[in-house]
């Protein structure tokens, strides 16, 4: 499966994972433009996830990347407490689309029976199928603030530079992105995902792969999506210690991020950008 490590020198038409071609007619104040010509459409595929063997979720997603999205969404869901926790992973293609087989530590396996949570396939909703409020809200430690403080202009060369690295909503206009920056305000990793809940999972699994995990106080994430809580609670569970969104945050995603620590940004266009929680994390 296809990566996108490499954050500059992509060709979209030829480099993007997860695009299907298609055959579209434009038409202009009612009226067609021109004749039948190619168009490319991102690709939404079910991707069950199974621990120890057995069915947990399945998740509607952007097929590739999909190592990191397993093991994101087992970080972020408090399914593992550490990439340690993650023994073996297979992905296996099927008729109906993929299967992650996760075989996971004992203990953790035994904590994720316990909860018997269902999570129904989405690609908006975050919290689809949970059974009660605890399961909403997972208590975490607050986030320690990053390594240094962070110069506005590194948010700013970040936010101009996502716009040129993310070759599959060039090619199709449908997709999320999730990227991490250093303090400097370079991407050094990109994902994409018609779910901007697995956009995020996608990064934070390559930003906690076991070989080589990030310091998570060493940089910053930005969404082109808004800011909700679950993308707040997310990355604080992996130490994140900012979240950069292009549009607006919820009230909700702002208490929350106002109590775990994370600087939230909000409103990132252009030159300007709107900080709700924790400005003192700013150089």
Sequence with gaps: MQTNDSVSGHDAASDACGAANSVVRRYHAGQ??????PD???QETPLALEYNGISHATVLATPCDLEDLALGFSLTEGILRSPSDLHDMDIV????????????ASACFSQLKQRRRTLAGRTGCGLCGLESLD?????????????????PSAILRAMDA????????QQTGATHAAAWAD???EILHVREDVGRHNALDKLIGVLMQRRSPHDTSCGF???????????????????IPAVVA???????AVQTAEELGVMLIGFARQRDFTVYTHSHYLA
């Design 40 to 42: 490319w459409l991102a």
């Design 221 to 239: 994430a930005l969404i082109t999506s808004r800011a909700s809580f679950e993308m707040v609670q997310k990355t604080a569970s992996v130490g």
């Design 32 to 37: 067609p433009i021109a004749g039948p010509e």
């Design 135 to 151: 399961d909403v809200v997972r208590p975490l430690p607050p986030v320690a603030g990053p390594a240094q403080p962070i110069e």
């Design 93 to 104: 293609e099927s008729s109906q689309g993929y299967i992650a087989q996760l075989t996971i």
């Design 246 to 252: 292009v549009s607006a945050p919820t009230h909700y």
């Design 183 to 185: 303090l400097s305000g």
């Design 162 to 169: 996502l716009k040129r690295v993310q070759p599959l909503h």
